[in-house]
């Protein structure tokens, strides 16, 4: 068990609806970082929140947005969602502001958008 | 900007001979380089890590791994491979900098432990 929780393991959608997305970091851990998950793209990264505040951001679609809450729990929203969207989609955390401490990953939550 | 090759999609290895999973990584600075397993339907597990000092880094489950700055490399190995080790591998690398630490990951390459 990594430390990282995120709800829920799977979820079945269809085209054009909304989904959202939580993790709960492990105990301390500032940084939150989301990733996406498919067989054509490999594991990208999406974004990364540190203590609440937007740190980076990669290859997240302007339909896609998240957010980093006071407890450090973080929320991934997925809108207007496509088929291409079906991925799943990993949570991480890590401790060091410097990157010198590895992430720890969620179980993910696997999406199908049908 | 960063990026991680792993050469391979996938590796077959008879149970008890060593093993190495490949990873060469392209950065400018100085990397932070790790490496990951992925079991079906679970999420990343940290194996090992190479920040600074001895290049030849020890991690979970008996893996190994040596940081090669001339050639750019971070090779996984093991030297006697399990069935159990069968599972994808993912090579990263870090690169910290005030836009941001995230990894930025090779695209996997699975292994194959036959008895």
């Known amino acids: 068990d990594s430390g990282v929780t995120q709800t829920p393991k799977h979820l079945i959608t269809a085209t054009g609806q909304r989904v959202t997305l939580r993790c709960s970091p492990r105990?301390?851990?500032?940084?939150v970082y989301w990733y996406q998950q498919s067989l054509d793209q490999g594991l990208q990264f999406l974004i990364q929140?540190?203590?609440?505040?937007?740190?980076a951001k990669g290859n997240i679609l302007e339909r896609f947005s998240a957010q980093q809450f006071p407890d450090l729990h973080s929320e991934l929203n997925l809108s207007s969602l496509e088929l291409g969207d079906s991925a799943l989609y990993f949570c991480?955390?890590?401790?060091?502001?410097?990157?010198?401490?590895?992430?720890?990953f969620g179980q993910g939550t696997r999406l199908t958008v049908v | 900007a960063q990026s991680v090759a792993q050469p391979e999609d996938q590796v077959n290895v008879a149970e008890g001979n060593p093993l190495t999973v490949k990873c060469t990584y392209s950065?400018?600075?100085?990397?932070?380089l790790f490496w990951y397993v992925q079991y079906p339907n679970r999420g990343l597990q940290f194996l090992l890590k190479?920040?600074?000092?001895?290049?030849l880094v020890k991690g979970s489950y008996g893996f190994e791994a040596e940081f090669n700055k001339s050639q750019t490399s971070f090779h996984l190995k093991k030297p006697s491979a399990l069935v159990s080790d069968s599972a994808l591998y993912f090579c990263?690398?870090?690169?910290?900098?005030?836009?941001?630490?995230?990894?930025?990951f090779g695209g996997g390459t699975r292994l194959m432990v036959k008895p």
């Open positions: 991480a955390s890590s401790y060091s502001r410097t990157g010198n401490t590895e992430a720890f």
């Open positions: 105990s301390g851990d500032l940084s």
């Open positions: 929140y540190y203590n609440g505040e937007e740190r």
């Open positions: 950065v400018s600075g100085n990397p932070y």
């Open positions: 190479y920040i600074t000092g001895d290049n």
């Open positions: 990263a690398v870090r690169v910290p900098n005030n836009a941001g630490n995230m990894l930025t």
